[in-house]
């Protein structure tokens, strides 16, 4: 047997499964943006076949002409995938898979990354949960999910930066448990981070400024009409957190002002 699916196979049968009907919003980033939806389950084999069939953001040009007016098809891209079982959390079977996405006219299509986070569900059949299409072939290489032991909960976690200079990019943390998988939800601490600011400020959120090891989101302040990201800076802020199930409540806030 293929070793990758004796891997999954051993996964699906020690494996606690989530009832079919149970929690799992996904978190999608295409060229379209950023979107949430309620997916249904799949067998491992929908996930791990024709990746190229699980473009959710039509960022594959089938269909469109070249410039000798031949229509693209699937058959004009090449798809080098990875499968990797992360582990558990809570008993439940966590599988990441991973795309890099060439096409035959590279005028058309530029290298394309993918990342889908799977979650067991019952009847040997996986949810999706997170689904990352990173577009143009100038981002960061994909940095792998990671399962964080916080106080007594495991989250899983992933976050994958753009490279621009806006600190942007693709992320989703969550608690797993019987019912589903539920995203953390920062917005008590964010209101905190809020509180402590003046009216005219704002702050970045997500993606970077979170450190789960630490359990503490830092982030700088900045001027509401800044006119770039960099500019209008206003100072520091770290703010301490801890979990109440998927909850995310504030401990400490402190700003620290800018010394310009």
Request: charged fraction near 20%.
């Given at each position: 047997m293929n070793p990758r699916r004796a891997a999954a196979s051993a996964l699906l049968f020690f494996a606690l499964t989530f009832p079919a009907n149970g929690q799992g919003q996904r978190v999608v980033f295409t060229g379209k943006g950023e979107t949430t939806d309620v997916p249904a389950p799949h067998s491992l084999s929908y996930w791990t076949g024709i990746i190229l069939l699980r473009d959710d953001g039509t960022d594959l040009c089938v269909g469109c002409r070249t410039s000798d007016g031949r229509v693209l098809t699937l058959a004009d891209y090449t798809a080098i995938t990875k499968v990797s079982p992360l582990g558990n959390v809570s008993g439940y079977p966590i599988v990441q898979i991973t795309a890099h996405i060439t096409g035959d006219d590279d005028k058309l299509f530029s290298p394309s990354d993918w990342k889908i986070l799977l979650v067991g569900v019952e009847h040997e059949e996986y949810r999706e949960i997170y689904h990352l299409q990173m577009w143009g072939g100038s981002n960061p290489p994909l940095q792998s999910a990671r399962i964080a032991n916080m106080e007594a909960e495991s989250v899983l976690?992933?976050?994958?930066?753009?490279?621009?200079?806006?600190?942007?990019?693709?992320?989703?943390?969550?608690?797993?448990?019987?019912?589903?998988?539920?995203?953390?939800?920062?917005?008590?601490?964010?209101?905190?981070?809020?509180?402590?600011?003046?009216?005219?400020?704002?702050?970045?959120?997500?993606?970077?400024?979170?450190?789960?090891?630490?359990?503490?989101?830092?982030?700088?302040?900045?001027?509401?009409?800044?006119?770039?990201?960099?500019?209008?800076?206003?100072?520091?802020?770290?703010?301490?957190?801890?979990?109440?199930?998927?909850?995310?409540?504030?401990?400490?806030?402190?700003?620290?002002?800018?010394?310009?």
């Amino acid at each position: 047997m293929n070793p990758r699916r004796a891997a999954a196979s051993a996964l699906l049968f020690f494996a606690l499964t989530f009832p079919a009907n149970g929690q799992g919003q996904r978190v999608v980033f295409t060229g379209k943006g950023e979107t949430t939806d309620v997916p249904a389950p799949h067998s491992l084999s929908y996930w791990t076949g024709i990746i190229l069939l699980r473009d959710d953001g039509t960022d594959l040009c089938v269909g469109c002409r070249t410039s000798d007016g031949r229509v693209l098809t699937l058959a004009d891209y090449t798809a080098i995938t990875k499968v990797s079982p992360l582990g558990n959390v809570s008993g439940y079977p966590i599988v990441q898979i991973t795309a890099h996405i060439t096409g035959d006219d590279d005028k058309l299509f530029s290298p394309s990354d993918w990342k889908i986070l799977l979650v067991g569900v019952e009847h040997e059949e996986y949810r999706e949960i997170y689904h990352l299409q990173m577009w143009g072939g100038s981002n960061p290489p994909l940095q792998s999910a990671r399962i964080a032991n916080m106080e007594a909960e495991s989250v899983l976690a992933t976050y994958d930066p753009d490279g621009g200079n806006g600190g942007g990019g693709g992320d989703g943390y969550w608690r797993i448990d019987s019912l589903g998988a539920h995203a953390l939800n920062f917005d008590a601490v964010y209101k905190a981070i809020a509180k402590k600011l003046r009216a005219n400020a704002t702050f970045a959120r997500r993606c970077w400024a979170i450190n789960l090891g630490h359990q503490q989101i830092k982030t700088w302040a900045q001027k509401v009409d800044a006119e770039c990201h960099a500019c209008g800076g206003l100072g520091q802020v770290i703010a301490d957190f801890t979990l109440r199930g998927a909850q995310a409540e504030p401990t400490k806030v402190e700003f620290t002002p800018s010394s310009e």
